[in-house]
């Protein structure tokens, strides 16, 4: 009998939180918002953001960015499931995005990435949620709060109908 290599579907629970971050002030808020703007399209449009998108490492570039990045990992680790010889997280890209009335996010996932994460800056009256097709799931986040999910969860964000909605987001990977 040969052996072939097959497609299949798998149905599982992925963990999806949502919390608020109180670690900044606001005029550390202001300082990220003007950092994320400032920076500005870097990407060019060319990854599943269609908004203005900085590079793949802010961490490397702002103690408040890292700052970010520590609360999300201590996040991941609380949720993270329990064992003999845990893992070791770490942030592995993290960027910003300031969409526009008409931006948005294509459906994708952060496979191999184990979280993902995403800290929404600036929520303005009308911002995008963020979605999560197959969990028939939508989050409206206010500002400061921060979603931390499983790499493996393909997310997307609708078309926006406002202008300076603007997020930090990073990807968690395990040594």
């Given at each position: 009998m040969?052996?072939k290599?097959?497609?299949y579907?798998?149905?599982?629970?992925?963990p999806?939180?949502?919390?608020?971050v109180?670690c900044?002030?606001?005029?550390e808020?202001?300082?990220?918002?003007?950092f994320?703007?400032?920076?500005?399209?870097?990407?060019?449009?060319?990854?599943?953001v269609?908004?203005?998108?900085s590079?793949w490492y802010l961490h490397e570039e702002n103690?408040?960015?890292?700052r970010?990045?520590?609360?999300?990992?201590?996040i991941?680790?609380s949720?993270?499931?329990?064992?003999f010889?845990?893992?070791?997280?770490y942030?592995?890209?993290?960027?910003g995005a300031?969409?526009?009335k008409?931006?948005?996010?294509a459906?994708?996932?952060?496979s191999p990435?184990?979280?993902?994460?995403?800290?929404?800056?600036?929520?303005?009256?009308?911002s995008?949620p963020?979605?999560?097709?197959?969990?028939?799931?939508t989050?409206?986040?206010?500002?400061?709060?921060?979603v931390?999910?499983s790499?493996?969860?393909?997310?997307?964000?609708p078309?926006?109908?406002?202008d300076n909605?603007?997020v930090i987001?990073?990807n968690v990977?395990?040594?």
């Open positions: 040969g052996k290599d097959e497609t579907n798998f149905r599982m629970k992925l999806v939180v949502t919390r608020s109180t900044f002030d606001s005029d808020l202001n300082t990220l918002a003007d994320i703007i400032n920076t500005g399209d870097v990407q060019k449009r060319k990854t599943n269609k908004a203005s998108m590079d103690p408040l960015v890292q970010l990045c520590d609360e999300a990992i201590t991941v680790k949720i993270h499931g329990k064992s010889n845990p893992p070791e997280f942030t592995r890209k993290c960027w300031v969409y526009g008409g931006d948005f996010t459906p994708h996932h952060h990435n184990v979280y993902s994460w995403c800290f929404y800056l600036r929520m303005p009256e009308g995008s963020l979605v999560f097709p197959e969990a028939d799931l989050i409206q986040p206010e500002e400061c709060d921060i931390v999910f790499g493996l969860a393909r997310h997307s964000v078309p926006c109908e406002v909605r603007i987001a990073g990977g395990a040594k």
